[in-house]
């Protein structure tokens, strides 16, 4: 896995030890909301051990990083293959600690990460879905160049609210 440096914030390899940073920084409503039905709330340490134990295993070819603020792990932000489309399509994601929004760590760390998907993975597709209610994060992707390609309308259905779900794509 790489090691990926930003202006303020390493993404790296999950480790043992982040266990509780990771849980500290994701048992929180208002990331669980932007992430869907498989982000826990709460979100316990067990919870961050199985996720570490998750990537540190993977092997599908994603690259499973943290946000490493000040030695924390403080948010995640990942690249997954879309075999079914193409050996060359790749989805991201990704979150932070709510007490580091607003600071561009995300916008940053997408671009990190979306340029080592292209030169590394050799990509030719990174994608991304955002739900209509997260503007910060559609954000975040126009900032590094994707394109809104389509809303998938009333496709997402999270602790009692339904919205649309924004298709986003960049091109090599």
Same mark, same amino acid.
């Given at each position: 896995?790489?090691?990926?440096?930003?202006?303020?914030?390493?993404?790296?390899?999950?480790?043992?030890?982040?266990?509780?940073?990771?849980?500290?920084?994701?048992?929180?409503?208002?990331?669980?909301?932007?992430?869907?039905?498989?982000?826990?709330?709460?979100?316990?340490?067990?919870?961050?051990?199985?996720?570490?134990?998750?990537?540190?295993?993977?092997?599908?070819?994603?690259?499973?990083?943290?946000?490493?603020?000040?030695?924390?792990?403080?948010?995640?932000?990942?690249?997954?293959?879309?075999?079914?489309?193409?050996?060359?399509?790749f989805e991201i994601g990704?979150?932070?600690?709510?007490? #580091?929004?607003?600071?561009?760590?995300?916008?940053?760390?997408?671009?990190?990460?979306?340029?080592?998907?292209?030169?590394? #993975?050799?990509?030719?597709?990174?994608?991304?879905?955002?739900?209509?209610?997260?503007?910060?994060?559609?954000?975040?992707?126009?900032?590094?160049?994707?394109?809104?390609?389509?809303?998938?309308?009333?496709?997402?259905? #999270?602790?009692?609210?339904?919205?649309?779900?924004?298709?986003?794509?960049? #091109?090599?």
């Open positions: 896995m790489p090691e990926l440096r930003g202006s303020t914030f390493t993404l790296r390899p999950y480790r043992a030890d982040d266990a509780e940073s990771l849980a500290r920084a994701a048992d929180n409503a208002n990331i669980r909301r932007n992430l869907g039905h498989g982000f826990p709330h709460p979100y316990t340490v067990d919870d961050a051990n199985a996720w570490i134990e998750h990537c540190r295993t993977v092997s599908d070819g994603s690259v499973l990083l943290t946000i490493d603020v000040d030695g924390a792990a403080s948010g995640g932000v990942g690249v997954y293959p879309v075999p079914k489309w193409s050996p060359y399509t990704y979150w932070l600690a709510e007490s #580091l929004w607003g600071r561009g760590v995300v916008s940053e760390a997408v671009k990190l990460l979306t340029q080592y998907t292209f030169d590394e #993975l050799q990509a030719i597709r990174v994608q991304a879905h955002v739900y209509d209610w997260n503007p910060a994060s559609a954000r975040v992707l126009e900032k590094n160049r994707f394109t809104l390609e389509g809303r998938l309308r009333g496709a997402v259905h #999270l602790d009692g609210r339904t919205g649309d779900c924004l298709a986003y794509g960049r #091109l090599r």
